[in-house]
């Protein structure tokens, strides 16, 4: 049985309904027509700073020894074509499968070697000498950490 007061009821019931379905597809409009491609990008990770790309390991490499070895912009730009050279070399093996692990790892020393020895020849006497300083304290460097390491038992 509908009385008026049911009648009354039931309208305003369906009017609440109806505004509270317009206010959610209003609400969720701007979020269906945003751009997949312009979503946030996930937040760096502790260590970006130290990973490959663009600000990556790379340029922060090249800022440090810019700046300790007092670089001029010419030897920047020169150093900077190498690394990036180096790079595209490294990545190329990267993705060769056909080539054993072994042999890939002697084609990525031999590329280091080749790097190292273009970037000597971009220094002066005086930078080369604090270059290779700088490398020697990498090289003791990494070395303790490896020798601290905890190393994994075999399986």
Same mark, same amino acid.
């Given at each position: 049985?509908?009385?008026p007061l049911t #009648?009354?009821?039931?309208?305003?019931?369906?009017?609440?309904?109806?505004?509270?379905?317009?206010? %959610?597809?209003?609400?969720?409009?701007?979020?269906?027509? /945003?751009?997949?491609?312009? /979503?946030?990008?996930?937040?760096?990770?502790?260590?970006?700073?130290?990973?490959?790309?663009?600000?990556?390991?790379?340029?922060?490499?090249?800022?440090?020894?810019?700046?300790?070895?007092?670089? &001029?912009?010419?030897?920047? &730009?020169?150093?900077? %074509?190498? /690394?990036?050279?180096?790079?595209?070399?490294?990545? =190329?093996?990267?993705?060769? &499968?056909?080539?054993?692990?072994?042999?890939?790892?002697?084609?990525?020393?031999?590329?280091?070697?080749?790097?190292?020895?273009?970037?000597?020849?971009?220094?002066?006497?005086?930078?080369?000498?604090?270059?290779?300083?700088?490398?020697?304290?990498?090289?003791?460097?990494?070395? =303790?950490?490896?020798?601290?390491?905890?190393?994994?038992?075999? #399986?």
């Amino acid at each position: 049985m509908n009385t008026p007061l049911t #009648a009354r009821k039931s309208t305003t019931f369906r009017h609440a309904l109806c505004a509270v379905l317009v206010a %959610a597809g209003i609400a969720a409009t701007p979020m269906l027509a /945003q751009d997949p491609s312009a /979503q946030a990008q996930p937040a760096p990770t502790p260590h970006a700073q130290w990973q490959g790309g663009p600000h990556g390991r790379g340029d922060m490499y090249m800022h440090h020894m810019a700046k300790a070895l007092n670089l &001029t912009e010419d030897q920047k &730009t020169q150093i900077k %074509a190498i /690394q990036e050279g180096g790079r595209q070399q490294m990545m =190329a093996l990267h993705e060769d &499968t056909s080539t054993p692990k072994e042999a890939k790892r002697e084609k990525m020393m031999a590329f280091h070697q080749e790097q190292e020895a273009k970037i000597k020849a971009v220094l002066t006497a005086e930078q080369l000498t604090k270059y290779e300083a700088m490398q020697q304290k990498m090289k003791e460097r990494r070395a =303790a950490h490896q020798a601290s390491a905890p190393t994994t038992p075999a #399986a």
